[in-house]
């Protein structure tokens, strides 16, 4: 008997991906030949082709078509069939950034779809950013990129996850091939580096470059003098703008009051606009289109603030970042656009003021868990640099709660709650929008998951001022199956547990980030119908380690237990050789947050 097995094949697959790159030391021409093969239904938004280019650099040769397997042709592109659109959708921002689309389907699986194009660059950063499998769930089976410079260009090349390329020597030129086979998707571990940094790529950055100005690669003060040249007249303020901040200014008994007028100055008349910065749009829009406009992007409003600060004396750095709670770690070696993001730096006598210009809700001087404790480029023309901003220290994280739970005779458990939040919590909740409908509310807050099983009936967020970088939360809520009787004893499980799952030693491969330090303070006291005779269970502990600490003291009167915890986690980045330490420390105060208790009456 013959058994024939079937795979299952994947919605969409990559079957031939190839890129060419040619350098006449002026002018980057690049073609691409994408072969994808469309294998269900699902796989169909896969076949929506999207071409990201910038006006000025044109895309040509555009050819596409759609085949059986066999390589039948079924239908080929038409011009009718592409369009051409802004990027972005605001008038004012990033009008030359555009997306070529065009889609072919077929309602017959499999079938291939194949197309090709060619764009001549004008401006650049890099010669390629070359990653050979973007997306999880599309496999590729064969990825090439090939890369022809003149002679004597000089270039940096860092190649990550892929076998060095095969070179051949010519006369007049030098020609570079990678190629990668079955290419595969790195997943990211829990508390891995981002995502971005793991992918198998090979980026090619020219030591000179042309974007907008020529600029050179050779340093990063070299990087960073680009970088101030590129905004060097966007700086203007309009006239009445200019006599508004002097109005503005004009009692101030300090510099610090002044920068501190100016920025909620511009957080009570600006507002963001979400265009985020990568490879290209690094040119702000200019101080003057936000002063009409009364909107920006992150390099708009920063240079708006740096343009006000400017009209009335102060210095002050625009200062590029990886913004988010995982940022990319910056490759120090490559001086290149390694940034999303930018900030404004102010140097004071005694202090450095740090402003994210982007957030109407940010306390004064306060960069929280998007922006702290990482490389930064300071562009200040020629004494460009790369600094560090500073890190959320264990306080700077606290948060306390304070809870009293009540278990009723029927066995109704209701809860009343106080916190006060700082960190990530505070982040995510300070900027909760007055316009919002509560039910909206409601599920951010529920998403915080710092209530297990808990209904919540009604909540307040309170914070004292707007540059308190701290904000009080009350819940009331009814819980739901943390009490559960068993004869004359009731089993009670954890309210709200500190838990991180990490991955086993032996199947751990990447380093361990904790970006920022966690520290919780908790107070719980339970009053139950009836006097405690005994719990057992769940007992007082200490853990101490390099890593942080847990504490938990349990206590009984009549028919109260009170329960206080204390959680701390240290900041830190770990390789496989502590992996297992922390991994230990970890699990440890894991397994004492889930233990559940038995209480027994009396």
């Keep these: 008997m013959t058994v024939t097995a079937y795979t299952q094949l994947p919605d969409c697959q990559i079957n031939d991906y190839r890129t060419y790159v040619k350098f006449n030391g002026n002018k980057l021409v690049e073609r691409t030949e994408i072969s994808l093969q469309i294998n269900s239904a699902k796989g169909t938004d896969y076949a929506e082709i999207e071409i990201p280019y910038t006006k000025g650099n044109s895309i040509k040769e555009l050819e596409a078509g ?8 079924i239908r080929s592109l038409k011009r009718k069939d592409i369009t051409h659109a802004n990027a972005f959708s605001y008038d004012q921002f990033h009008s030359d950034d555009m997306v070529l689309s065009f889609e072919l389907i077929h309602n017959r699986y499999p079938y291939v779809l194949k197309y090709s194009y060619q764009e001549e660059v004008n401006d650049f950063l890099y010669l390629a950013y070359w990653v050979p499998r973007r997306y999880e769930k599309v496999p590729v089976k064969s990825a090439s990129l090939e890369l022809e410079l003149p002679k004597g260009i000089d270039a940096q090349v860092y190649e990550q996850g892929v076998d060095s390329a095969n070179v051949q020597h010519f006369s007049d030129k030098d020609v570079y091939k990678w190629e990668v086979e079955d290419a595969s998707y790195v997943e990211r571990e829990r508390f891995g580096p981002q995502y971005r940094e793991l992918q198998n790529k090979v980026v090619i950055i020219p030591e000179h470059f042309c974007y907008g100005l020529d600029g050179s690669s050779h340093s990063w003060k070299s990087f960073g003098e680009w970088l101030s040249r590129l905004k060097a007249y966007q700086g203007n303020l309009s006239e009445t703008e200019k006599t508004k901040v002097r109005q503005l200014t004009s009692n101030c008994k300090s510099e610090l009051e002044k920068i501190d007028v100016l920025y909620k100055y511009m957080q009570d008349n600006t507002r963001y606009i979400n265009v985020s910065l990568d490879i290209g749009g690094l040119q702000p829009e200019s101080a003057q289109s936000v ?35 995982n940022p990319v770690k910056v490759k120090e070696a490559y001086p290149s656009q390694q940034f999303n993001h930018v900030i404004l730096c102010v140097p004071m006598a005694n202090d450095t003021i740090w402003l994210e210009c982007t957030d109407n809700t940010s306390p004064f001087n306060h960069l929280g868990t998007f922006t702290q404790n990482r490389k930064v480029l300071l562009i200040d023309d020629e004494n460009s640099k790369l600094a560090i901003t500073p890190a959320l220290k264990i306080d700077d994280v606290l948060n306390e709660y304070n809870t009293h739970v009540n278990v009723a005779k029927d066995g109704e458990v209701t809860m009343y709650s106080t916190a006060r939040l700082q960190g990530y919590y505070f982040d995510y909740l300070k900027g909760l ?42 819940v009331d809520a009814k819980l739901n199956g943390i009490i559960e009787p068993i004869g004359s004893r009731v089993l009670l499980k954890p309210l709200r547990p500190f838990y991180i799952k990490l991955d086993k030693p032996e199947k751990r491969t990447q380093e361990l980030r904790f970006n920022y ?30 890593y942080g600490s847990y504490k938990r003291v349990i206590s009984t009167e009549e028919n109260k237990l009170s329960i206080y915890r204390h959680i701390i986690i240290n900041a830190g980045s770990y390789q496989m050789d502590d992996y297992e330490k922390v991994y230990q420390f970890i699990k440890s105060c894991s397994n004492a947050e889930l233990q559940k208790g038995m209480i027994t009456y009396q």
């Design 291 to 325: 002063c009409t406009n009364k909107y920006g992007d992150c390099k708009a409003l920063s240079n708006y603030m740096q343009s006000m600060l400017n009209e009335v004396g102060i210095p002050s750095i625009y200062t590029a970042v990886f913004a988010g709670r």
């Design 517 to 546: 330090p966690y520290n919780v303070k908790d107070s719980i006291a339970i009053e139950l119908p009836r006097n405690i005779k005994n719990v057992s269970g769940i007992k007082s502990i200490h853990i101490e380690s390099d």
């Design 66 to 73: 759609i085949y059986d397997l066999l390589g039948n042709e």
């Design 433 to 474: 929008d007055d316009g919002l409908a509560e039910r909206e509310k409601l599920d951010y807050l529920e998403e915080l998951e710092m209530f297990e099983q808990a209904d919540i009936q009604d909540y307040e967020i309170n914070r004292l001022h707007r540059d308190s970088s701290y904000l009080n939360l009350s």
